[in-house]
């Protein structure tokens, strides 16, 4: 039976729970973009952008929901393996949150509505465009998105370096084994 919480060992189920699920939605959000260059006005493309503010705002949430609970967590789980690997994972967390919220700023701030799972999340407005609000996001929203792509890249390969050299296996702290 799996625990839920975690330890020094291993993550506890909430922990590969959120890791997991938020792994699948960003491997999505890196679909819909690459979709979304390569094939765009594409009948894919259509379907797969359309999902990808909605995806955003869900995978902000969890960043939320998962740093909460890695707070409440921090005395129990297992150590980074080096000061360079906590760096890492705080600037995997930080963009996480960042590249959603200015993209959060951006739709606010161009006063189109914005409904996620059939919910409104932000109405609309007619007054004039918010300047200030649309500029980070147009400016560093997909530069820092493939800065992430390339941070997540290097993620997976280090979590399976260390599994495969020997030494602390990361990876089997993440997979409940």
């Not at 797969?48 to 409440?72: F, P, Q, S």
């Not at 007619?126 to 980070?136: E, G, L, T, V």
Request: hydrophobic share 55%; proline share 3%.
């Amino acid at each position: 039976m799996s625990q839920l919480h975690d330890c020094a060992q291993r993550y506890g189920s909430v922990s590969r729970a959120l890791h997991w699920s938020m792994a699948v939605l960003l491997a999505w959000q890196f679909v819909t973009v690459i979709v979304h260059v390569l094939l765009e006005d594409s009948a894919l493309d259509k379907f797969a952008w359309g999902t990808h503010k909605a995806t955003g705002l869900l995978l902000m949430v969890l960043v939320v929901i998962r740093l909460c609970w890695a707070l409440y967590s921090r005395n129990r789980r297992p150590a980074s393996v080096s000061t360079l690997a906590r760096l890492g994972h705080l600037t995997l967390y930080g963009l996480l949150f960042v590249i959603p919220f200015i993209a959060l700023l951006r739709q606010y701030g161009s006063g189109r509505e914005f409904v996620a799972f059939g919910m409104t999340v932000m109405p609309g407005f007619s007054d004039p465009k918010i300047d200030w609000m649309i500029a980070p996001a147009s400016l560093l929203h997909g530069n820092l998105g493939w800065l992430l792509l390339l941070l997540v890249i290097g993620h997976v390969a280090m979590a399976l370096f260390h599994r495969r050299q020997g030494g602390e296996d990361v990876l089997a702290r993440m997979i409940g084994r």
